[in-house]
């Protein structure tokens, strides 16, 4: 006998979904990450159909536990954020914060600033102030992301595996990140970041090549005629870039030509 087919969550559980995640990011936009965590739990949404629930909630609490953690920071190593650009030639020296926003010294007296205040950029460069690591790396890269920089995730989520956080934590965290499975040997780091294994050998060629073509317009005759000759034992993959440089390489030494003495003076003429 063949099972019947589940039943998959209707439009309208599909709906509620939606709506408990755009009340959290509406939230999570005022930096209030807890908030958001609380608005998720709040729909009691539970069953098929609420995997992307489940995973906005997994990043509000990291990202919750990123402010936390920079809270923290601030308040035991206030030296670290002695002269934060608040606006154009308006520096503050961060004295102490709280889940609310941060205080700080100016000439003349003190201010404070709710985080809803700040700009994403703002946050950003004070979270820039820190050194994280293991755990804490994590969460602060989670904070930045919702701040919208994903790029400066990446340099902590490797700074959260060498400062000691299980590596499948941070993997699976990436992996939902980039809406992918997880390799099976997990992510190799390449220059600060963590990618797939085919991603490096590919990041890896592409150096590779672009320095060969560099390298063709070198004046010394065997480094350019080397670095043609690398160009082409990569075959396919290289290909674009060696027409480029030669033709690059062509264009230069008639430019230099056409302005050399020997052929502009009168005489010659």
């Known amino acids: 006998d063949q099972p019947e087919p589940t039943a998959g969550p209707t439009a309208a559980f599909r709906a509620k979904v939606a709506d408990a995640i755009a009340r959290a990011d509406a939230k999570a936009l005022k930096r209030d990450y807890r908030g958001a965590v609380g608005v998720l739990d709040a729909a009691k949404l539970e069953g098929p159909g609420t995997e992307p629930l489940t995973a906005r909630r997994r990043d509000l609490v990291l990202a919750a536990d990123g ?34 926003g941060v205080k700080g010294k100016v000439r003349g007296g003190s201010t404070r600033y709710s ?3 700040l700009s ?35 340099p902590l ?20 990140w980039r809406g992918e499975e997880a390799p099976q040997a ?5 220059e600060n970041r963590f990618v797939t294994p085919k991603e490096r050998e590919r990041l890896v060629l592409q150096a590779r090549i672009a320095d060969a073509a560099v390298r063709v317009a070198h004046r010394d005759r065997k480094v350019w ?11 396919d ?15 230069s030494l008639f430019a230099e030509i056409a302005t050399d003495k020997a052929f502009t003076s009168g005489r010659t003429k």
């Open 67 to 100: 402010l936390g953690a920079l809270v923290a920071d601030i308040n035991e190593t206030p030296s670290r954020y002695a002269r934060i650009e608040m606006g154009p030639k308006f520096v503050v020296a961060l004295e102490s914060a709280d889940a609310e």
């Open 186 to 190: 997990g992510y190799v780091e390449y």
């Open 157 to 176: 989520l490797v700074a959260a595996v060498k400062g000691g956080a299980a590596r499948t934590d941070v993997f699976g965290v990436l992996a939902r």
């Open 225 to 235: 005629e080397k670095a043609v000759e690398e160009l082409f034992s990569l075959g």
């Open 237 to 251: 993959d290289a290909r674009d870039a060696l027409v480029s440089a030669l033709l690059a390489r062509r264009t």
């Open 120 to 154: 994403s950029e703002r946050i950003a460069r004070i979270v820039a102030r820190m050194k994280p690591q293991g755990p804490s790396a994590l969460a602060v890269a989670s904070l930045v992301r919702e701040l919208g920089f994903p790029d400066a995730a990446d």
């Open 115 to 117: 985080w809803a205040s």
